[in-house]
Each structure stands twice: as structure tokens, then as C-alpha cells.
């Protein structure tokens, strides 16, 4: 069982930034793929980012390839997400979930996670 919990979000400026964070419990949590997710008003829940168990590895949407840098600590149990020159579209709940092994190599879906947080605002303002 882990349990994941976000935090960092808020309201900025476009063109500003944030940085997220999805703090991890558990022992296991190294063994675990991480990824970000966003769901906007009225919109369907969107794949972000995904990183490897290990970090060696990352994903983005072409939304926010350029923009967004997803990261890891694994002796804190923490994953990042750094969020610069943001756009009014990224405003979202956004949400980190936790994919147990076996893992897929570039899951996009949330149905292939097992895990999600409660989910923390961002809002960007034009």
C-alpha cells in the first residue's frame, strides 16, 4: 500500500512557475514508476509526465515537453514536478499516481496505475 500526497500547487501568472511535489509512504516506494496526471474543469483526465523507478527514464505529453521536468528522489520518497512558462491551459487539478512492477515502459494510461493522490490546484492566470 503506498499513500501519496501532493503539494505545491497554487495560483501564478502565466509564464510563471511552480514545482510539485508527491510525497511518498512506504518502503517500497523505490520500486515504483511515478507519473502526473491533470484533470481541467470539464475535461477528461490527461496523462502529464512519467518517470522510471530508477529516474533513468521520463515521459512527457507534447503539452508540456520543453516546459515541464519531472524528477525523483528516491531516498526521500519524493517525486517533482517543475512547471515553468506556464499557460492558462495548465491550469488542472493536478494528480501523482504510482505504478507497481511489473511496470510498463511508457504507460500513459491511468488505468495502469495503482495508486493516486488527492490531487493539488494549479491555476494559471493570463
Known amino acids: 500500500q503506498v499513500l501519496l500526497v501532493e503539494s505545491g500547487g497554487g495560483l501564478v501568472q502565466a509564464g510563471g512557475s511552480l514545482r510539485l511535489s508527491c510525497a511518498a509512504s512506504?518502503?517500497?516506494?523505490?520500486?515504483?514508476?511515478m507519473g502526473w496526471f491533470r484533470q481541467a474543469p470539464g475535461k477528461e483526465r490527461e496523462f502529464v509526465s512519467r518517470?522510471?523507478?530508477?529516474?533513468?527514464?521520463?515521459y512527457y505529453a507534447d503539452s508540456v515537453k520543453g516546459r515541464f521536468t519531472i524528477s525523483r528522489d528516491n531516498a526521500k520518497n519524493t517525486v517533482y514536478l517543475q512547471m515553468n512558462s506556464l499557460k492558462p491551459e495548465d491550469t488542472a487539478v493536478y494528480y501523482c499516481?504510482?505504478?507497481?512492477?511489473?511496470?510498463?515502459?511508457?504507460?500513459?494510461?491511468?488505468?495502469?496505475?495503482?495508486?493516486w493522490g488527492q490531487g493539488t490546484q494549479v491555476t494559471v492566470s493570463s
Open positions: 499516481a504510482a505504478e507497481a512492477p511489473p511496470w510498463r515502459s511508457d504507460s500513459r494510461l491511468g488505468e495502469h496505475y495503482d495508486y
Open positions: 518517470i522510471s523507478w530508477s529516474g533513468d527514464s521520463t
Open positions: 512506504g518502503r517500497t516506494f523505490s520500486s515504483y514508476a
